[in-house]
């Protein structure tokens, strides 16, 4: 089946316009995680959806970031007038995770193949 | 704090040669799950092996094996016979046990080069 998808691939941003940023989880799957990648470093948390619900936002590092998932599948990331320092890769992954079930457990997260943002 | 860390920057071997990567976590949760991922030059990264800390059972699956030591707090994956494909980073990474806990702490990666 088809994979986790993201568009665009590349952006190239002036200083202080908005971007938005698509992701296309694996269908079904109800966890949805963005990470940030700087050059040369590994990912790093951004914000968690389960199903249409934002349950964890700790990792933004700002107000101009701002993500949603509004019927719990398509996600898009925001960020407003954008900075040189947003210049990264930004990833995007789901995992299956069903709730409510009563043994907690951790899926496997599969990734898409991110979106490079360049701010000029 | 959860935090990984991978020791090497940089790995430089000839094919045919087996090369271990270094991972030590540290965590206060006592469930727990470890990762490692490979990212090759274009970019997307690839599952390739998860533990749980309640099973320390070392296993091999094909050139791939990792040795889990709880006493050490290490992870250690090993590819057997490299081969050239292999060449690409490689992260390990730590995450909770359910919910919003599953976010996953990364190292800073290990650059694996096999060279012909």
């Known amino acids: 089946g088809a994979g986790v998808s993201q568009s665009p691939r590349y952006k190239v941003a002036k200083r202080g316009q908005d971007v938005a940023l698509r992701c296309d989880p694996i269908?079904?799957?109800?966890?949805l995680f963005w990470y940030q990648q700087a050059l040369g470093q590994g990912p790093e948390f951004l914000t968690y959806?389960?199903?249409?619900?934002?349950?964890?936002k700790s990792g933004l590092p700002s107000d101009r970031f701002f993500a949603e998932r509004p019927e719990g599948s398509v996600s898009t990331l925001k960020i407003q007038r954008t900075q040189q320092e947003d210049s990264a890769v930004y990833l995007c992954?789901?995992?299956?995770?069903?709730?409510?079930?009563?043994?907690?457990?951790?899926?496997?997260?599969?990734f898409g193949p991110g979106t490079r943002l360049t701010v000029l | 704090a959860q935090k990984v860390t991978q020791a090497q920057t940089e790995i430089s071997v000839v094919e045919k040669e087996d090369v271990t990567l270094d991972c030590v976590y540290e965590?206060?949760?006592?469930?727990?799950?470890l990762f490692w991922y490979k990212q090759p030059p274009s970019g997307e990264l690839v599952f390739l092996i998860r533990r749980n800390s309640f099973d320390e059972q070392n296993e091999i699956s094909g050139r791939y094996s990792w040795n889990f030591q709880k006493s050490t707090s290490s992870f250690n994956f090993t590819i057997t016979a490299s081969q050239v494909v292999d060449s690409a980073v490689y992260f390990c990474?730590?995450?909770?046990?359910?919910?919003?806990?599953?976010?996953?702490?990364f190292g800073t990666g290990t650059l694996l080069a096999v060279q012909p």
């Open positions: 269908s079904g799957h109800v966890s």
């Open positions: 990474a730590l995450s909770g046990y359910g919910g919003a806990t599953n976010k996953l702490i």
């Open positions: 992954a789901s995992s299956l995770e069903t709730p409510g079930l009563a043994r907690r457990s951790t899926d496997t997260q599969y």
């Open positions: 965590t206060r949760d006592t469930t727990y799950y």
């Open positions: 959806f389960q199903n249409e619900a934002q349950l964890d």
